[in-house]
């Protein structure tokens, strides 16, 4: 039976119809303005009938309902955002305790993560107190003490923070349902790689390769939430979760012994996607209402946006395709000599049985024309 729901105005004049006309029911009574109030209330309950009424197509979900439903329906965990770490060096002598702030001149700030005494100078373990991409800051940006007051004199980042993600997206929680779903999962197979790897935070995808370096080996070629090879970071991540091992005297000790959550027997190697760099020049026109820097910023958006969509998806680049995104781009009436790598063809993405492609624009030049 098909549900009819309706607007505020037809559900009050529902009310107004079953109360009989001795009452004075024009617009403006006291009986009018109650029976407003209450189409209003009970619109309210219809629109989350209504809603309710589309599970039975996920992808209608609100992502909040979505976390919940597919963890009850398949057990599938949602990826939180992360935040990035690192270590920040201090010059002086004195203690430095765990909760102690520091921050970059722009504000972002940063805990230290140990309770550690420093003579002269050295390191501490450190984390963004915000979650996400934000916190994954080059050297040199951490300079400046918030909390803390003594005798260091100086704080820097002497290399770069990573390990900060974004929380998935609801079109990516939907096609890990997808996946769960569709491909057949018992321990040990590729599908059930491929789901334990892509639970991980900060994973985007992965190829899950068999036999890669001899009998009961499997290794993952992973890239992050932007599509782009993953860092070190977050490949020990994976292989400590996966099949964790410590390495002595040039022997993994402890790979394939079921210490993580992989088989026992099973040798498994997280490793990186690797990145197939692209030189993009091209000759556009601009709209006077937008400045070059802008027209270049929307344009790196956008074919980043696209290249992001085919990592893993595809096995090339397309010309055409880039050319298009350069159209979409705010800003740019027309574009012409457009170069991809120095050509005007496609740009393949190789894979072997140990390695896989995934686009990364390295550099985009753009020549304005008057």
Known sequence: MAISFKAIEEIQADILSE?????QKTIGTDLWEWTKAVATALKYVQDKIEYITTW???????????????????????K???????????????????????????????????????????????????AGAVGNVIAGQITEFITYKGNFTAVVNETAFSGGYEAETKDELWQRYIEDVTEPIVS???????????????????????????????????????????NATLLNTVQTTIDPYETINGVNVGQGCGNGSAPMGAYFFAESATAKNLTITFSATKATTYTEAEVRENVENKITEYLKSISFKQN???????????LDSDGVIDY??????????????????TSAEVPVLQSLTITFED
Not at 19 to 23: G, K, M, N
Not at 94 to 99: A, E, R, W
Not at 337 to 350: A, E, F, P, Q
């Open 336 to 353: 012409s000599d457009l170069l991809v790598n120095g050509s005007t063809s496609n740009i393949v993405l190789s894979e072997t049985s």
């Open 80 to 130: 939180t955002a992360t935040y990035s770490v690192g270590t920040l060096k201090l010059t002086g002598s004195d203690t430095v305790h765990t909760g102690d702030i520091f921050q970059t001149p722009d504000g972002l700030q940063f805990k230290a993560t140990e309770t550690k005494t420093i003579e002269e100078s050295g390191e501490v373990s450190a984390e963004c107190l915000s």
């Open 19 to 23: 109360i009989s006309d001795e009452y």
């Open 56 to 78: 039975q197509d996920l992808r209608n979900l609100e992502l909040e309902d979505m976390i919940d439903l597919v963890y009850q329906l398949r057990g599938i965990i949602f």
């Open 188 to 230: 040990g197979n590729r599908a059930w790689y491929k789901k334990e790897v892509k639970s991980i935070p900060g994973v985007g995808d992965c190829k899950i390769k068999s036999l890669p370096y001899g009998e009961n080996t499997v290794s993952a070629l992973i890239i992050d939430n932007e599509g782009k090879p993953a």
């Open 316 to 326: 090339y680049v397309s010309y055409a395709k880039i050319g298009n995104y350069i």
